[in-house]
């Protein structure tokens, strides 16, 4: 007896609009009680996607802009966050590297669907010191020296053949060598400028509260507008809380 046929794939389409959002209880978000600065929430949610068993929390997705002003963006991991900002690091000369260095601005945004949770951060971007960044480097695995150590970031590489010896013999050196350099290797701050944060809900009333770093406050910031009922709350801390309509 032959065996059945495996069954045809279903269309992308059909696949596409199966797919379930949030099939699962969310937690509530009281904009109200939200700190007076967007760091301390930031470290509370990240406790919860971990709590939650989101798998890696710390992924996140870069934006940055290229030479002719187009958008570009990648996933990475977030390497700190604190009162200087959000940090990652990758090599100064790859394309994210070079267009920071032309463009020192960017965009982060992290998600957590087990919480239906989201978190934008803008602002401009600087360069950690070179003991910063040989310390980032070097606080991490192997294997992730060794992947400092392979080939020339974002440049064409001629085969997968020539990928794995490259990374064999960086792993090879990381080994013999865990203090080895990687002279490009830089860590980045991106220091924000608004923060939004973002609680979903399965009926659509989604929450976003945005903070904006502001340099004076005035009496127009805590006046509620009369159009819409809108509250923006007076800055605190260096920082205004905005409610956003979803």
């Known amino acids: 007896m032959s065996e059945a046929a495996a069954p045809a794939p279903r269309p992308f389409s059909a696949l596409l609009h199966a797919q379930r959002v949030w099939d699962t209880e969310l937690p509530d978000f009281d904009p109200a009680t939200a700190p007076s600065a967007p760091l301390p929430l930031f470290h509370a949610w990240f406790a919860d996607a971990v709590a939650a068993g989101q798998p890696e929390p710390h992924a996140m997705t870069l934006a940055t802009a290229d030479a002719d002003g187009l958008p570009d963006v990648r996933t990475l991991l977030l390497h700190g966050a604190d009162e200087r900002g959000f940090h990652f690091a990758s090599h100064a000369t790859s394309a994210k590297g070079h267009q920071l260095a032309a463009r020192p601005y960017a965009a982060l945004g992290f998600y957590w669907p087990s919480l239906g949770?989201?978190?934008?951060?803008?602002?401009?971007?600087?360069?950690?010191?070179?003991?910063?960044?040989?310390?980032?480097?070097?606080?991490?695995?192997?294997?992730?020296?060794?992947?400092?150590?392979?080939?020339?970031?974002?440049?064409?590489?001629?085969?997968?053949?020539?990928?794995?010896?490259?990374?064999?013999?960086?792993?090879?050196?990381?080994?013999?060598?865990?203090?080895?350099?990687?002279?490009?290797?830089?860590?980045?701050?991106?220091?924000?400028?608004?923060?939004?944060?973002?609680?979903?809900?399965?009926?659509?009333?989604?929450?976003?509260?945005?903070?904006?770093?502001?340099?004076?406050?005035?009496?127009?910031?805590?006046?509620?507008?009369?159009?819409?009922?809108?509250?923006?709350?007076?800055?605190?801390?260096?920082?205004?809380?905005?409610?956003?309509?979803?």
């Not at 010191?129 to 992947?147: K, M, N, Q």
């Not at 991106?190 to 976003?208: M, Y």
């Not at 904006?212 to 809380?241: F, K, N, V």
Request: glycine share 4%; proline share 6%; with cysteine.
């Open 117 to 246: 949770r989201q978190v934008r951060v803008r602002g401009p971007v600087t360069r950690c010191t070179p003991a910063e960044s040989h310390a980032d480097l070097h606080a991490r695995s192997t294997g992730a020296l060794a992947a400092a150590l392979t080939g020339t970031q974002s440049e064409v590489v001629e085969s997968v053949a020539a990928l794995h010896r490259a990374a064999d013999t960086a792993w090879e050196r990381a080994q013999a060598e865990p203090d080895a350099e990687a002279p490009t290797w830089t860590r980045y701050v991106v220091e924000p400028a608004e923060v939004e944060f973002f609680q979903g809900d399965a009926r659509r009333r989604h929450i976003r509260l945005r903070y904006r770093r502001t340099e004076a406050a005035t009496e127009a910031d805590a006046a509620p507008d009369a159009a819409s009922g809108s509250q923006t709350a007076p800055e605190t801390d260096g920082w205004t809380r905005e409610l956003l309509w979803p």
